[in-house]
């Protein structure tokens, strides 16, 4: 279907296409740039994996340098229509120097920001508390030795520089997400005093004031991991409460709840109490598998609640998926489209009439527009914006991905 018959069949319904596509254009996706290298990290050490983070496979062609992974970025950017962020791991550092983590500085990470300001793109931030020797008890912020917790907190001190700098230089706020490990395998005696240390921890690494212009404090929790099975010392009510408190950012990490929970459901909760919010949008599959994103319902009840709770304007789209048993650039490029897909799906829903209908409890009329309107020519107006950014569909863009990926399959 052309785009003008799909803009007339959306009309029909009072929806504006060009309204759509206009907004969409506006909506930053932050890219993950551990996709590229099965989050490995550019440390001297790297390849210490850890905090039951690993990605499993072997496909050829993982970026071993920075230059490496910025190439693959291009390729990745290049098939996404908009203009989209690169969230960096401090373990991406970019320098001759062999720092550690407690010795980071912003000249490190240079070379990231000059790209960035030559792409015309975003940078956001996360502290690395894993892949590191004063991690491997997968305690670190809450570690009862205040030699290891001060370690960590000197790192995290560090990052929230970075990031200001960052933000600053690109003129555009750096999120800095925080997320630790900090749990343990079996059931523990002493939950609250973890709790307490961890909060302690966090408030002494966020005591410096930042300039919110140039960066902004997140934090995320999670259900479990591997390693840690009985408890994570930082959970949902944990941070939820932290960040209501302490005015950060909550991040959501789609894998991070039990599977019949929904983060869909917890956007309009969760933003009563908070500025803003922070997605990592996932896919789990029984368990914080981290599988690349589909275009399925999660995604798209998600970006549906975004719209319909009008919290695009506080809610920062972050991905956190890895997969290295397929291309790594194709699983960044068809995971940012899904977002936006899903995003403007959203955007084209006829929400006035949905909202209308169910405010008069008048639930057939809901259900049968819901039902009604997946008939719709979504994708000739995702044609339209690709086409529009001169981004390629269907099977051309299969034929560059597969172009992009032979092209690297020689590294080793
Ligand atoms: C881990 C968290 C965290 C990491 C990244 C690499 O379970 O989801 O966000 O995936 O920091
Ligand atoms: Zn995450």
Redesign the pocket.
């Given at each position: 279907m052309s785009y003008d018959s799909a803009k007339a069949a959306f009309a029909d319904w009072g929806v504006d296409t060009e309204a759509a596509l206009e907004r969409l254009k506006t909506l930053p996706i932050s890219m993950h740039c551990?996709q590229g290298d099965d989050?490995v990290g550019f440390e001297e050490t790297s390849g210490a994996s850890g905090g039951g983070?690993q990605a499993t496979g072997n496909h050829p062609g993982r970026a071993r340098t920075p230059d490496e992974l910025r190439a693959d970025l291009d390729f990745a950017y290049s098939m996404i229509p908009g203009k989209h962020r690169l969230n960096l791991?401090a373990m991406y550092l970019d320098t001759e120097a062999t720092p550690d983590r407690d010795e980071i500085e912003f000249q490190h990470f240079a070379p990231w920001v000059d790209w960035a300001k030559d792409q015309g793109i975003g940078l956001d931030f996360?502290p690395t508390f894993f892949a590191h020797p004063k991690a491997d008890d997968n305690l670190t912020l809450s570690h009862p030795d205040r030699g290891i917790r001060d370690f960590w907190v000197e790192h995290g001190r560090r990052s929230r520089d970075i990031a200001a700098k960052m933000g600053a230089a690109l003129d555009s706020p750096c999120v800095n997400n925080i997320?630790v490990p900090d749990g343990y395998k079996d059931t523990p005696i002493d939950r609250m005093s973890a709790r307490a240390r961890l909060e302690a921890s966090l408030d002494a690494m966020l005591a410096n004031p930042q300039d919110k212009a140039q960066m902004l404090d997140a934090v995320?929790s999670?259900l479990f991991?591997i390693g840690v099975e009985a408890c994570t010392v930082g959970s949902h009510e944990f941070y939820m409460g932290y960040a209501i408190r302490k005015g950060t950012l909550l991040c959501l990490?789609m894998?991070?709840f039990h599977p019949t929970e929904n983060i869909a459901d917890k956007l309009s909760s969760v933003a009563l109490s908070l500025d803003e919010i922070l997605l990592?949008v996932s896919r789990p599959m029984r368990w914080?598998s981290d599988h690349v994103i589909l275009l399925n319902d999660d995604i798209l009840q998600m970006a549906q609640e975004l719209v319909s709770a009008e919290l695009l304007g506080r809610t920062r789209i972050g991905l956190?998926f890895f997969d290295a048993t397929i291309s790594r650039t194709a699983a960044w490029v068809i995971g940012t489209r899904n977002m936006q897909k899903a995003l403007l799906r959203a955007l084209l829903l006829p929400l006035e009439q949905l909202k209308s209908a169910e405010d008069n409890l008048d639930f057939t009329t809901r259900l049968a527009v819901t039902e009604e309107i997946k008939d719709m020519p979504f994708g000739a107006v995702w044609e339209e914006f690709s086409a529009r950014a001169g981004v390629p569909n269907g099977q051309a863009l299969i034929k560059e991905l597969d172009r992009y990926q032979s092209s690297v399959a020689g590294r080793n």
């Amino acid at each position: 279907m052309s785009y003008d018959s799909a803009k007339a069949a959306f009309a029909d319904w009072g929806v504006d296409t060009e309204a759509a596509l206009e907004r969409l254009k506006t909506l930053p996706i932050s890219m993950h740039c551990w996709q590229g290298d099965d989050v490995v990290g550019f440390e001297e050490t790297s390849g210490a994996s850890g905090g039951g983070i690993q990605a499993t496979g072997n496909h050829p062609g993982r970026a071993r340098t920075p230059d490496e992974l910025r190439a693959d970025l291009d390729f990745a950017y290049s098939m996404i229509p908009g203009k989209h962020r690169l969230n960096l791991h401090a373990m991406y550092l970019d320098t001759e120097a062999t720092p550690d983590r407690d010795e980071i500085e912003f000249q490190h990470f240079a070379p990231w920001v000059d790209w960035a300001k030559d792409q015309g793109i975003g940078l956001d931030f996360n502290p690395t508390f894993f892949a590191h020797p004063k991690a491997d008890d997968n305690l670190t912020l809450s570690h009862p030795d205040r030699g290891i917790r001060d370690f960590w907190v000197e790192h995290g001190r560090r990052s929230r520089d970075i990031a200001a700098k960052m933000g600053a230089a690109l003129d555009s706020p750096c999120v800095n997400n925080i997320w630790v490990p900090d749990g343990y395998k079996d059931t523990p005696i002493d939950r609250m005093s973890a709790r307490a240390r961890l909060e302690a921890s966090l408030d002494a690494m966020l005591a410096n004031p930042q300039d919110k212009a140039q960066m902004l404090d997140a934090v995320e929790s999670k259900l479990f991991g591997i390693g840690v099975e009985a408890c994570t010392v930082g959970s949902h009510e944990f941070y939820m409460g932290y960040a209501i408190r302490k005015g950060t950012l909550l991040c959501l990490d789609m894998g991070h709840f039990h599977p019949t929970e929904n983060i869909a459901d917890k956007l309009s909760s969760v933003a009563l109490s908070l500025d803003e919010i922070l997605l990592h949008v996932s896919r789990p599959m029984r368990w914080d598998s981290d599988h690349v994103i589909l275009l399925n319902d999660d995604i798209l009840q998600m970006a549906q609640e975004l719209v319909s709770a009008e919290l695009l304007g506080r809610t920062r789209i972050g991905l956190d998926f890895f997969d290295a048993t397929i291309s790594r650039t194709a699983a960044w490029v068809i995971g940012t489209r899904n977002m936006q897909k899903a995003l403007l799906r959203a955007l084209l829903l006829p929400l006035e009439q949905l909202k209308s209908a169910e405010d008069n409890l008048d639930f057939t009329t809901r259900l049968a527009v819901t039902e009604e309107i997946k008939d719709m020519p979504f994708g000739a107006v995702w044609e339209e914006f690709s086409a529009r950014a001169g981004v390629p569909n269907g099977q051309a863009l299969i034929k560059e991905l597969d172009r992009y990926q032979s092209s690297v399959a020689g590294r080793n």
